[in-house]
């Protein structure tokens, strides 16, 4: 099984800054197949990027993403109040699909 | 757009077993992919296993292979999952989601608290 490690663990930002979160994969994710996802306190996660830089429907283009192989990124270029929250990427290259542990995003 | 909704919060006995449904509506149901993804409090997510309704023959990963069944009612749009000899650690929120490789979109989740 593919081991997805994000990080950092915890990102403090404020409004307006520039968030960069980072997966990184124990063996390289076929074809990039790397999904990201949103999660809010209390909620489902939600679709934000999948093939790895692909922005999923009504995402903002704020969100962005990029990487291959082993290395990837989610960058966020502006924060927005509402983008605080939890980060998880996913591999689906191999079976079985796996997600990392996740990235909190925090007010600063 | 297709969504998927859940059955509600239940909470169980060590050793016993719980089915979770998940409805589907818009799309065409029969021939989604419709996995199961787990989240332990505070913990991450982990996949349990997949169904395509049309084909009936379910997926399970290997950590719960034996425990888990998932089964598809095509005449009600309703995907089932059940885990048997529950556990403590078994404690989390349970979700469905469209299996198209990527996961989209989620039901709402189920929570199953496992206690004596």
């Known amino acids: 099984e593919i081991v997805l490690t994000q990080s950092p663990g915890t990102l403090s930002l404020s409004p307006g800054e520039r968030a960069t979160l980072s997966c990184r994969a124990s063996?390289?994710?076929?074809?990039?197949?790397l999904a990201w996802y949103q999660q809010k306190p209390g909620q489902a996660p939600r679709l934000l990027i999948y093939?790895?830089?692909s922005r999923a429907t009504g995402i903002p283009d704020r969100f962005s993403a990029s990487g291959s192989a082993t290395d990837f990124t989610l960058t966020i270029s502006r924060l927005e109040p509402e983008d605080f929250a939890l980060y998880f990427c996913?591999?689906?290259?191999?079976?079985?699909?796996?997600f990392g542990q996740g990235t909190k995003l925090e007010i600063k | 757009q297709v969504q998927l909704v859940q059955s509600g919060a239940e909470v169980k006995k060590p050793g016993s077993s719980v089915k979770v449904s998940c409805k589907a509506s818009?799309?065409?149901?029969?021939?989604?992919?419709i996995s199961w993804v787990r989240q332990v409090p505070g913990e991450g997510l982990e996949w349990m296993g997949r169904?395509?309704?049309?084909?009936?023959?379910?997926i399970y990963s290997q950590r719960f292979q034996g425990r888990v069944t998932i089964t598809a009612d095509t005449s009600t749009s309703t995907v089932y999952m059940e885990l048997s000899s529950l556990r403590s650690e078994d404690t989390a929120v349970y979700y469905c989601?469209?299996?198209?490789?990527?996961?989209?979109?989620w039901g709402q989740g189920t929570l199953v608290t496992v206690s004596s």
């Open positions: 989601a469209r299996d198209l490789r990527w996961f989209d979109p």
């Open positions: 996913q591999q689906y290259g191999s079976s079985p699909t796996s």
């Open positions: 818009g799309g065409t149901f029969s021939t989604f992919s």
């Open positions: 063996h390289s994710v076929v074809s990039d197949y």
């Open positions: 093939h790895a830089s």
């Open positions: 169904i395509v309704p049309i084909l009936g023959t379910p």
